[in-house]
RNA sequence: GGGCGAUUAGCUCAGUUGGUUCAGAGCACUUGGUUUACACCCAAGGGGUCAUAAGUUCGAAUCUUAUAUCGCCCA
């Protein structure tokens, strides 16, 4: 067989990813075998791939290639999600840069602009998923918007409503000016920024010279201002009780009101009121039964109720209305001050508090179940620490702000009739059906009815995914959504877990009674080296796309993976990438040593390979028992480690160095055979991990049948490992290591034979494994003593001796140093023993197994220091 | 201000319900190596008072309390 000496993961990738697909391996369908399932977080339908992404699909398709090698039924169902705001934002933006107004265009027109773009952008990250390997089932590509997923959404609007669980209400609402919407809380983003605090003066009504100095970050406001409000214990404001004050520059009257709200230590003690702009000042204008003045402009703009500036920005209005003030006489000082300014996580403006109407969902009941399941472990958190965040924020919960006011979404299924009145339902001629009803009249057309403007919270549609992508909400007892519902995982990032993961729970319990995944593992955050986050502005993001090109998908995958654990930000550094295509070489050079062997059918297999085939094989089920235990704890991280090291440490330095034949000589075909097989087993640990080059390398281990993959071998046995076997090879191997730092502080060759004498103990020399010893240790021989040898270099493994004798080369002092430092730690370590077990309460206390532990290290340790108390005698002597 | 979490090797982090030589891994570092699979490598090494202080215990990186520093969420 002819093997390029480089592995290039480009000729590879793309091979493989079209014969799974052709293959049909992704494919799931109900059947008797166990399901797995994995939705995937869908991702923005106007998104590219980015680091986050890498991360989070790497894992998934970890967990799914390995469930489907346990021989479940694995089912990842991918999709997109539509992202009104976001979505709709570059629309716009499209639009504006081709010089169309949003506004100039009808609803529909708009949308046709819309889809058009989904259409054109929606598939990219899918397709670049596929280039990472993702094992999805692409015949159940789902998109929120799409038939079923919209029809779906709109069902369980009207649904809840029907329950009473959605209500229409005024409410101070996060308003973005650019995107003219509310955002949710979790969408503002707060900012600390260095601005000013404005300490300005209010004449008192009925006098010239007497006034009040209020402090405020936002002067521009004061034009809504409909009082000023004091602390009533405040002994300094008592002659202001029951005065008014005037509103500077327009002179609006306003009352002096009393609430023990105010800070009597923060600014001067007297607080402006602004109940259409601040939501504290608008909960003490409900208290104190105050009128509200709302004076911006949907774009944030002052309307005409602010009397000045009309038409102006707010950030504009600020610098006039200061210097204005100033020239009035009514700014008392302006102090710099750090204050935190809340963002739109989308448009990154500065959001306005804003009263609106809006339609909000009611959650307190809604909650109960998500809540209690989590708590109980019914649902699992990997790391659990998430719980206590969980709990914190469903204990405090507020009901839901649903509606948007944007056109891409899902629109509103609330139809308005002349009269005020309104009717929730499924579609126009059931709406119209309704308002029939309503009215009395039989005749009404749906001229008559007026559908709501907006579209539902995006995380209105996301929240139902688990259950829509298979259909359950329209046809709940389907069979598919019985098979794979309660999905299994759910792998995603930790800054949604109120947005999405908290909501999925929530519509669970609500529409099918049972969770919607039994475990959930969050990411941390992709950084970069200086833990940063990654974003455009920064450039500090590399394109994983490129990534792959120069690694290899394999390594990207597995790079990212080394320093990652379970909901701990990621440090990016693309010596990550690096180490993953380090290792993808290393596995291909593996391949290739045993791979270019001759094989020679007439040998017998030599001792020392039989051994060490022996050992590999029963290693393997220890690591593959490790392994299990990683993922079945979410520890990936930790799995991945242990096949890493399995594979350089044991399989390559280990296995191969002992079976390995002598410079070109041929290996007998047992040894060849089994060693193949022990590879095959290795690669199925890998694949999860790195599922390009082991498929690769498994179709040329051994000649394969059409339609054969290692994807859908299975996944290794790890019963019943030989303990006692492994736990002395690391023996040998302990002292093998002895004997090459003896040839490196002495500068012998490895091509040089030496000789070996050894004073065993029990437990730490085995001659069984006399053959490997001599072939990785290049000896001449090996013989037993009962005393030690003199004019040799020794080392010691638990209470075994080993000498080499080396007469020239030995330098007694040298030697003398060494072993008295060998004996002052062993004695330090013995003394430690002893403390332990002359104490009683530790005897009688401690377990019995700690103790019998305790005591066989004092025997090591006893006969260890005799033999070196011999030794250095001797060399003294 | 309220809550949650963290602090272990130069860096990033494990440490599984307190007990095997438990103080670890990877990277980085030092030294040696043209042993023909691999320098994208191999071998051998150095490196930490487990943030600080007190306590519980036969025994603490692990449990308790306080302090310091940092991070996240909420206000």
């Not at 409410?171 to 404005?198: F, G, H």
């Not at 602004?274 to 204008?285: K, L, M, Q, R």
Request: hydrophobic share 40%.
């Amino acid at each position: 067989m002819d093997i390029p000496s480089k592995y290039n993961p480009e000729l590879v990738e793309d091979k493989w990813y079209k014969y799974w697909m052709d293959k049909g391996f992704f494919h799931s369908e109900p059947d008797e075998r166990t399901p797995y399932t994995i939705v995937i977080p869908p991702p923005n339908v106007t998104g590219v791939l980015h680091m986050g992404h890498m991360l989070n699909n790497t894992i998934q398709d970890i967990l799914v290639r390995r469930a489907r090698m346990l021989g479940m039924n694995a089912c990842w169902v991918p999709g997109t999600d539509h992202a009104s705001i976001a979505t709709e934002a570059k629309v716009v933006n499209k639009l504006k840069n081709e010089g169309i107004d949003k506004y100039d265009l009808s609803r529909d027109e708009f949308l046709n602009h819309a889809w058009e773009w989904t259409h054109k952008h929606g598939g990219i990250i899918l397709e670049q998923l596929k280039k990472l390997g993702a094992s999805c089932d692409w015949d159940r590509t789902c998109f929120t918007m799409d038939e079923a997923r919209s029809e779906s959404v709109i069902k369980t609007f009207v649904d809840l409503h029907n329950k009473g669980l959605i209500y229409r209400g005024v409410r101070m609402v996060n308003w973005d000016p650019s995107a003219k919407t509310a955002v949710s809380d979790e969408e503002v983003i707060y900012k600390e920024v260095q601005s000013k605090l404005y300490y300005l003066k209010y004449m008192i009504e009925g006098s010239d010279n007497e006034f009040v100095t209020i402090a405020t970050t936002r002067p521009e406001t004061i034009l809504g201002d409909t009082a000023v409000c004091i602390n009533p214990n405040d002994e300094r404001f008592q002659h202001l009780k029951g005065k008014r004050v005037l509103v500077p520059l327009i002179n609006r009257s306003i009352p002096i009101i009393e609430d023990e709200y105010v800070d009597m230590e923060f600014g001067t003690g007297c607080l402006k009121i602004t109940p259409a702009h601040d939501i504290h000042d608008y909960e003490i204008g409900i208290t104190h039964n105050l009128e509200s003045i709302d004076i911006f402009t949907d774009e944030g703009t002052l309307n005409e109720k602010a009397q000045l500036y009309v038409g102006q920005d707010r950030f504009e209005v600020r610098d006039v209305i200061v210097a204005d003030l100033d020239k009035a006489g009514n700014v008392a000082k302006i102090e710099d001050y750090t204050n935190k300014v809340g963002y739109s996580e989308r448009t990154d403006v500065v959001i306005e508090p804003k009263l609106s109407t809006q339609w909000f969902l009611k959650m307190e009941e809604l909650v109960k179940p998500a809540l209690e399941n989590v708590m109980n472990d019914n649902i699992q958190f990997h790391p659990a620490k998430f719980k206590n965040v969980y709990r914190h924020w469903m204990g405090n919960i507020k009901d839901w702000c649903i509606s948007r006011q944007l056109w891409w979404g899902h629109r509103i299924p609330v139809y308005y009739l002349d009269n005020g009145k309104f009717v929730v339902a499924e579609n126009d001629a059931a709406a119209l059906e309704e308002a029939r009803k309503l009215t009395g009249d039989a005749n009404l057309t749906m001229d008559a009815l007026r559908q709501d403007e907006d579209v539902l919270d995006t995380w209105f549609s996301s929240w139902l995914w688990p259950i829509s992508v298979f259909d359950g909400v329209r046809n709940p007892d389907n069979k598919e959504v019985e098979y794979y519902y309660p999905t299994n995982d759910l792998i995603t990032g930790h800054d949604i877990i109120f947005f999405w993961i908290a909501r999925m729970i929530i519509t669970g319990y609500e529409y099918r009674q049972q969770f919607p995944f039994k475990n959930v593992y969050f990411t941390g955050m992709v950084r970069d080296k200086q833990g940063r986050k990654m974003s455009k502005q920064l450039g500090n993001s590399p394109d994983p796309i490129d990534l792959m090109k120069i690694y290899g998908a394999d390594g990207v995958r597995i790079g990212m993976l080394f320093c990652s654990p379970a909901g701990g930000d990621l440090l990016f550094d693309e010596s990550l990438p690096e180490q993953g295509r380090n290792f993808s070489a290393k596995i291909w050079n593996a391949f290739r040593l045993v791979k270019n062997w001759e094989v020679d059918a007439n040998i017998p297999q030599p001792e020392h390979a039989r051994i060490g085939i022996e050992w590999f094989t029963e290693k393997l089920k220890e690591i593959t028992a490790t392994m299990n235990d990683h993922f079945d704890k979410f520890r990936i991280s930790d799995a991945l480690m242990t096949v890493y090291t399995a594979v350089r440490d044991e399989f390559s330095s280990w296995l191969l160095e002992i079976v390995k034949p002598e410079y070109q000589k041929p290996i007998d075909k047992k040894t060849y055979d089994e060693v193949i097989n022990l590879f095959d087993q290795v690669l199925r640990l890998l694949h999860p991990f790195m599922p390009f080059i082991t498929e690769e390398l498994w179709q040329m281990l051994e000649e394969r049948k059409d339609g054969e993959s290692i994807m859908v071998a299975e996944w290794p046995a790890a019963n019943d490992a030989n303990t006692a076997l492994v736990n002395n090879f690391e023996s040998l191997k302990e002292t093998i290591s002895g004997l090459r730092k003896i040839r490196k502080d002495k500068n012998i060759p490895n091509r040089d034979q030496i000789e070996l004498m050894i004073h065993a103990a029990e437990g730490s020399y085995f001659e069984e494994f006399n053959e490997v010893l001599k072939k990785m240790g290049n000896l001449s021989s090996i013989s037993l003593v009962n005393e030690e040898v003199k004019g040799a270099i020794s080392f010691r493994v638990k209470a075994s001796e080993f000498y080499v004798p080396l007469n020239d080369l030995i330098d007694p002092e040298e030697e003398l140093k060494k072993l008295e430092e060998e004996l002052k730690y062993t004695q330090g370590f013995l003394n430690s023993v002893m403390k332990k077990l002359s104490n009683e309460r530790f005897v009688q206390n401690a377990p019995e197994k700690v103790v019998t532990i305790e005591r066989n290290k004092q025997a090591d340790a006893e006969l260890k220091i005799k033999m070196l108390e011999e030794r250095i005698n001797s060399l003294k002597g």
